[in-house]
């Protein structure tokens, strides 16, 4: 096992999105969470370090979020995000990974793109994506803070899945958190190693009740409730 535990500084935390329901599930699911930042509004907004946007496996920005963050900082940030992909993973971003790079602006500094979906419209609303995807996200900035100590302080991510993948707004806050708290408890090595972290408890994911959070523990095979 190459993930550790995180004895990093911690990261701020905003999470925001236009959708009431998403904003409302998450005051729900965070509750206990003193450290997140919990608002309505649009990510472009937010004066972080770094966005994270829900994208697909080839990075293509041109739908939902994606759409409105290449409108923001210019169509260069494709390239890059799409530069990125095919230096590190062939091309096909795989669900349960993500990559970080220079936003080409001031604020944020970086994009945190992470895969929802395989292709663009998908509906994952049956899947663990989110939870993948959230968990990926947030490896990222661990990644970039071990190459670059301190250059991502705080982080903004919006309802992941809950717009373009139709993932109903308390499925999406619960994967989400499921994926915060792993980011919180560990730090990997790999996106691989991640993937089969998770997919390894996700009979735990899949048998929950939708109100019911499940965290993952990476020291174990069995259940990962709370």
């Known amino acids: 096992m190459t993930a550790s535990r995180v004895q990093s500084p911690p990261v701020r935390v905003v999470l925001t999105d236009l959708n009431p329901d998403v904003v409302e599930a998450w005051r729900a699911a965070f509750a206990d969470e003193p450290g997140i930042e919990i608002r309505q509004g649009s990510i472009l907004a937010e004066k972080v370090d770094a966005w994270v946007n829900p994208t697909n ?3 293509r920005m041109d739908g939902g979020v994606d759409a409105a963050v290449k409108r923001h900082l210019g169509a260069g940030v494709q390239l890059r995000v799409q530069r990125a992909i095919r230096d590190g993973f062939a091309g096909n971003l795989p669900v349960g990974s993500a990559v970080c790079v220079p936003s080409g602006a001031v604020v944020p500094k970086f994009l945190i793109p992470t895969p929802t979906m395989q292709g663009s419209s998908q509906n994952v ?6 939870a993948l995807a959230c968990a990926a996200a947030f490896q990222a900035v661990h ?3 071990r ?6 302080a705080s982080v903004a991510l919006v309802g992941m899945g809950a717009r373009t993948g139709r993932v109903p707004a308390r499925v999406c806050a619960n994967l989400m958190w499921t994926g915060y708290t792993l980011y919180n408890d560990h730090r990997f090595e790999d996106y691989d190693e991640l993937r089969s972290t ?3 408890q996700l009979d735990d994911l899949e048998s929950a009740p939708a109100a019911q959070r499940v965290r993952i523990d990476p020291a174990r095979r069995g259940t990962g409730r709370r």
């Open 147 to 152: 190459r670059e100590p301190g250059s991502i």
């Open 198 to 200: 998770i997919v390894a």
């Open 143 to 145: 990644q970039q803070n």
């Open 57 to 59: 496996a080839r990075g």
């Open 125 to 130: 609303s049956a899947t663990l994506n989110v």
